[in-house]
């Protein structure tokens, strides 16, 4: 029988810096009913993102910031409990912009996305089909423009948006650089998703090690962390480079305005183009993709690692494994584990 109890966490207090377990507090409320046009659903997966930071700061940015006291939002996937939608049935799967880091969640029917459970295990569709998949897909693809023979450098490389943006550089046909930290996940780089070279960058000065494995160049650079990897890809960029913001992961938890990108000279003296962009762009591509990317995993050529951390009561120490390396693939809650 379905508990008519739901363990959340909620917000309790702004970060300044990194976030830590005692901004969140988990505690348990009664269920919440649908209503007429709503669905019930149980939680499976919750996607723990690096953009929950900004969600978390007073100000607004792409979305409004979360109130003290809500429920941290957050994407995820879960199965339908109850339905009064017409579209949706007890049993379905469905994905959800804002589910919310909890086990049960109330949405109204029109803003869930139809999950087919045979296309893929249910807990890839936070990770490779879901938004960080998707980003480093239309990254890579779309701003990137990434073509046979270029040289693709790639920071974060081992987590969850990165290794998606490296194998498929490999896909197209790209010599794929990565950047990521430590020997292990280097090591994975290489010898599990087949990238050309992996950069330490907590061993090595990035500026030399790209000049080494790079003497020509680099034609995209996707970046995922900003900051010092930024500048140093800068300055190796190729005639007609694209430098594919895709995120700034170093600059999140900076209390003082970040430094922009110290070398953007380089973009005028190499017809460089600099883009950032937000995967939702793209939604209306969505379906397709993921059935691209789908194949691709079934096919093998696409490998994914999840980092998979049991229940609603491991959010609030799991946010930090962001920040600090302790993340490795895409991290997640399965709510449904104790
Ligand atoms: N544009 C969009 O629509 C969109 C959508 C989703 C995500 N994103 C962005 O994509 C980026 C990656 O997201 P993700 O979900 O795939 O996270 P992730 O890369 O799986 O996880 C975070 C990893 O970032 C690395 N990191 C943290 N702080 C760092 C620092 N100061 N310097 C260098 N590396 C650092 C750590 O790996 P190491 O051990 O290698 O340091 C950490 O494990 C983020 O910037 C995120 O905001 C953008």
């Known amino acids: ?10 917000l309790v207090s702004r970060p300044v810096g990194l976030p830590l377990p005692e901004h969140f507090r988990v505690e348990q409320v009664p269920r919440a009913e ?4 709503e669905v019930l659903v149980e939680v499976h997966y919750i996607d723990v993102q690096p953009a929950m930071r900004g969600w978390l700061a007073e100000r607004p940015a792409y979305t409004p910031p979360i109130e ?9 996937v879960g ?6 939608h017409a579209a949706w049935r007890e049993g379905d799967y469905a994905l959800g912009g804002n589910f919310g880091v909890q086990r049960f969640s109330v949405q109204r029917g029109e803003e869930l996305t139809r999950v087919d459970p045979e296309l893929a295990p249910l807990q890839q569709y936070v990770g490779a089909l879901g938004s960080s998949g998707l980003t480093g897909y239309f990254g890579m693809l779309e701003v990137g423009q990434a073509k046979p023979g270029d040289v693709v450098v790639v920071s974060s490389a081992a987590g969850a948006v990165g290794s998606v943006a490296g194998q498929l550089g490999k896909i197209l046909g790209c010599r794929v650089v990565g950047i990521a930290g430590g ?8 010898d599990e998703l087949g990238l050309d070279a992996a950069i330490d960058y907590k061993a090595r000065e990035p500026y030399r090690a790209i000049q080494e494995l790079c003497p020509e160049g680099i034609d995209v650079y996707f970046d995922n962390v900003g900051g010092d990897l930024l500048d140093a890809a800068m300055l190796h960029l190729r005639p007609r480079a694209r430098v594919v913001i895709s995120g700034m992961i170093s600059q999140y938890n900076n209390t003082a305005p970040s ?37 691709w995993l079934k096919e093998g050529r696409i490998k994914t ?29 399965c709510a449904t584990a104790q």
């Open 1 to 10: 029988m379905t508990s008519s109890v739901n363990t959340r966490a909620v």
């Open 34 to 37: 649908p209503g007429d046009g």
């Open 68 to 76: 003290l006291g809500a429920t941290m939002r957050a994407q995820g």
């Open 79 to 84: 199965r339908v409990l109850v339905s009064r």
């Open 183 to 190: 020997p292990e996940k280097c090591a994975y780089l290489v």
């Open 259 to 295: 430094v922009g990108a110290r070398f953007y000279g380089m973009l005028l003296v190499r017809h460089a183009r600099m883009e950032g962009f937000l995967v939702r762009d793209y939604a209306a591509q969505f379906p397709t993709a993921r059935k691209v990317l789908a194949q």
């Open 305 to 333: 690692r999840e980092q998979i951390l049991p229940g609603v009561e491991s959010f609030p120490a799991a946010l930090p494994m962001l920040f600090d390396g302790r993340s490795f693939g895409k991290l997640m809650i």
